[in-house]
């Protein structure tokens, strides 16, 4: 396994319990975090990272995306859901193929690696071609190919559990089962899931009350919420990921919390859709609820960057509530990073000797980040952009000084370029 | 005066007409933009900027900001508005010496260059400082020291009138009056300052029903609105820049439109400071007033991004009326060059023979940009971020392949660093 000294860390933030360092080592090995010291001699490290002007933090995690729709970015913009949805985005995954897929993934990964982000979840099309893309990479995923009781064949609980149960997971990747929402699923299939899941311990991950339409919906078919519905189904559980969870209420944010669900805030995505409403973060923070952020995907964003997101979902909160007081960038970076990676099911990624060396260095020269000394980092990155520098992913360096290592971002971007021309 | 080739731009998009163009050569000297053309040959320039895989447009307006707050950037965050002044930012300014506003606005104007700003309003302390400082960078300002009614014998009428009025206007820096807001002027002042503006043309930048309190105080002292008052002291006219006017009736707004009154739309620094509220841009640019964009100040935002306050000024205005089709990322761009130009009294920088050369150029190998070829410019910058690469300014290189030429960017640095000792 490489080792890699990152030294002389202008500040090292650990985002899991607040504490900001200046000016150590961290030494990297078996994918782990060995020391965090102040010496920095007596390493024998296959790469030695400059971190003078840098700040170390644990890397980033967006739970809620679809990778290849990068394709799509642009091509469905301010619309609302339902006709983004069957007049543009229907039609044109139509046309998708596995190849498509891959190119589109590896060119959202590469925005990912850049934008800090270390772990993500995907729901989308041809997840083989993104588990490739991303074991290509370099980054953690959890991988849940959707399901639907519809038109798409390869996407019926049957083909789709049998993928997910003939996989091997592994440290880097993790398969999960991704019915879309309680509007495209039967209620059998949702019961047949949550039995498959308990049974296998496989995580699930579905869009839960994105819009007053899908829960109006749910009363309207079954007399209840949506979440009481996958109450009912058995997949409020631990091992479940809610993306959006916007139109829910006080009851159903209990109900959340007492089954340990875990919730993908995605403000960006959700403001654009218009949809209305605000997902109730305070409200499930103070239940205990596991928050974390998700971008969505490219064409309903258009950004993958989580820091971008956050900015713009403190905003949404204070903004919202009357309340400027209302959600710190300290608390914003712990659920972006602990509680993101435990939503995932990924390992803790404290800045911690024996810990996952999951790391990215943010560049401290950003004019914007310049600031008095008594302003503590999250402040300086939240509210303002910053550029990522370096990412490593379970002890390997994925990118060293804004370099990617792992695949020719020159290549990835002219392959897209050239699936692009298919639609 | 220098001339420049930007050549073989892969985009030439003009935010005034919204033509978007491919594989150009834009001409510039003697400070106009003197042909853009297929050819790329027979210029005699001193400066050739290979521009394949960017974009060229007109330079960026940021029409509220207050730079030598960069000082004070995350020591005031998440507090409400009156606590934000009273227990932060007031007890800073008293410590505020013309040196410190120097290299603080010297770091706003690197801010500003890096995010693609040609030109922007400024308001605040010391603004001879922040003369010094625009004029050693090169950027557009006008400059409105503000006037108060209060402690700082700077800043009272007399004082801030004789500045003003002695000053020599340029193609470059423009003077004008700032009073601060209705709240901290007496009512005779604003009517003299109306007197003024009248009399010696000169423009006006005043913050507008920023919160609700402001308004109610107004109705409370006069019996009638913030823009009603205004009008009654002379200050609507086409000179005055009225910042936020979030807290304003469709009466209101009727009478800005009506008197030609810019509007200076501050999305994040109002989310951020959650006074409730959105400013009502539908209608105001409806009624035909001028709309642009403003950043406010490093201590309420806490980026002078104006790419970035445009993002989120979208999402803002979509999901508060519910309504994903309002405001198209074209839209916002020529507000945010075309009407902040008109706002702040600059040239006309169509990207057209004979305007001014104010021009900046994107990083298209940015991998968010690469989108379908049906996607227009406007979606693909305003939707995700994206790196400027070159700045010109009344055809001077002010930025070129991301080296500023005009300051030392290390040293203005360095200078910032030792300035936020004194606080």
Chains 1, 2 share one sequence.
Not at 246 to 274: D, G, H
Request: charge should be negative; aromatic fraction near 6%; proline fraction near 4%.
């Amino acid at each position: 396994m490489t080792a890699i000294l990152l030294k002389g860390a202008s500040i090292v933030y650990d985002t899991y319990t607040g504490k900001q360092l200046c000016n150590l080592n961290v030494y990297i090995e078996d994918g782990l975090i060995q020391e965090i010291t102040e010496k920095s001699t007596g390493f024998k490290s296959d790469y030695v990272v400059e971190c003078n002007k840098k700040a170390v933090l644990p890397g980033l995690a967006n739970t809620h995306t679809h990778l290849a729709m990068t394709l799509f970015r642009g091509l469905a913009d301010d619309l609302p859901l339902r006709e983004w949805l069957e007049k543009r985005i229907w039609p044109l995954e139509r046309k998708l193929k596995r190849e498509h897929a891959l190119v589109a993934s590896k060119l959202g990964l590469i925005e990912l690696v850049k934008a800090g982000v270390t772990a993500f979840a995907d729901n989308y099309f041809f997840e083989d071609a993104l588990v490739e893309a991303t074991k290509s990479v370099g980054l953690r995923a959890l991988v849940c190919p959707p399901i639907f009781d519809g038109e798409f064949e390869e996407h019926t609980l049957s083909h789709v559990s049998n993928l997910v149960l003939s996989q091997r997971c592994d440290a880097l990747v993790k398969w999960g089962f991704g019915p879309h929402s309680i509007y495209s699923c039967k209620k059998e299939t949702l019961e047949q899931i949550g039995a498959l899941s308990k049974e296998h311990e496989i995580r699930v991950t579905i869009h839960l009350a994105e819009t007053r339409w899908s829960q109006v919906l749910c009363e309207k078919s079954f007399g209840k919420r949506e979440t009481d519905l996958l109450e009912e189904c058995g997949l409020l559980s631990p091992r479940t990921l809610a993306s959006h969870a916007v139109w829910v209420t006080k009851q159903e944010i209990r109900k959340l919390a007492n089954y340990e669900v875990s919730v993908s805030f995605c403000p960006v995505s959700n403001m654009k859709l218009a949809e209305g409403g605000v997902a109730p973060v305070p409200e499930l923070l103070k239940e205990g609820v596991r928050v974390s952020f998700g971008t969505d995907g490219a064409a309903s964003n258009n950004s993958l960057s989580v820091l971008e997101t956050i900015k713009i979902g403190l905003l949404l909160i204070k903004h919202s509530r009357w309340d400027p007081t209302l959600l710190k960038p300290h608390e914003a970076l712990l659920i972006a990073t602990k509680n993101g990676y435990e939503a995932l099911g990924f390992p803790k990624h404290a800045l911690q000797t024996g810990n996952a060396a999951d790391v990215i260095t943010l560049d401290l020269r950003t004019p914007s980040v310049i600031c008095h000394r008594s302003v503590p980092l999250p402040n300086r990155i939240v509210y303002a952009p910053v550029a990522t520098v370096d990412v490593i992913v379970s002890g390997k360096p994925i990118m060293i000084n804004g370099k990617i290592l792992t695949i020719d971002e020159e290549e990835a971007k002219q392959e897209f370029t050239k699936a692009l021309e298919d639609f």
